[in-house]
């Protein structure tokens, strides 16, 4: 009797190490993930104090990401959207040209930034404890291209995102780029301040919304 007890319970451990074998192995973990963004940029600078939304333009781009494990990725992204402001009712002194001041130009901007999850992100199916949706924070160093400007900029930001299906990620993606440069605007300073670093300086945001695939798995299903 004792030696038939012995024999379930041994039976037992080994369903349950094999169910656990398997419910481990439902879930990949994968390196890299492409996609597509869409969304607006809006300028910060000394045409718009009031908003971070004030004056958005269409945008768009790609985006990339290295993920290091389920809390942290490296995320490389290139945009391109517009920027456009007008100082020309509180320029200082009164005297100077209006038009002058104000601007509608185009941005490039190419960057990399570390990002950290709140939570392990994945599809749930996972030992690791997992979730689909997960918040992130961002920071990183990127560049700037307009016409008159070229700088570097201090990417600073948040994000959502959510695994619809095993490869498959959608989020929303907000970040304010500051800049090194007071020339973005391709205006002169209307208040007479004088710059420093990060002081005075032309900044603007990107708010898009992404679809990336997951590729290039870390470990594969045993095929035996």
């Known amino acids: 009797m004792e030696i038939r007890q012995k024999a379930i319970a041994f039976a037992v451990v080994l369903s349950l190490g094999a169910s ?117 924070i961002q920071a990183g160093l990127g560049f700037t291209a307009t016409s008159g400007a070229f700088t570097l900029n201090i990417p600073v930001g948040f994000g959502v995102k959510y695994k619809v299906a095993e490869r498959v990620n959608v989020g929303l993606d907000w970040s304010v780029r500051f800049s090194l440069s007071d020339k973005l605007d391709g205006i002169p300073d209307p208040y007479g301040l004088k710059s420093g670093f990060l002081k005075n300086k032309d900044s603007y945001c990107w708010t898009m919304v992404y679809v990336s695939y997951d590729f290039w798995p870390r470990l594969r299903k045993c095929n035996n």
């Open 20 to 136: 656990l074998s398997l419910k481990a192995q439902t879930e990949l973990e994968y390196r890299m993930e492409i996609g597509g963004m869409v969304g607006g940029s809006a300028y910060l600078g000394d045409a718009n104090y009031t908003g971070v939304f004030k004056n958005l333009k269409p945008g768009g781009g790609a985006i990339a990401r290295y993920n290091l494990n389920p809390r942290m990725a490296l995320k490389f992204d290139l945009a391109y959207g517009g920027i456009s402001g007008d100082a020309s009712e509180k320029a200082y002194p009164a005297t100077v040209d209006r038009e002058s001041l104000k601007f509608k130009k185009s941005v490039v901007d190419v960057g990399c930034q570390y990002e950290m999850n709140f939570w392990a992100y994945g599809t749930g199916r996972s030992y690791k404890n997992t979730h689909r949706l997960v918040p992130y």
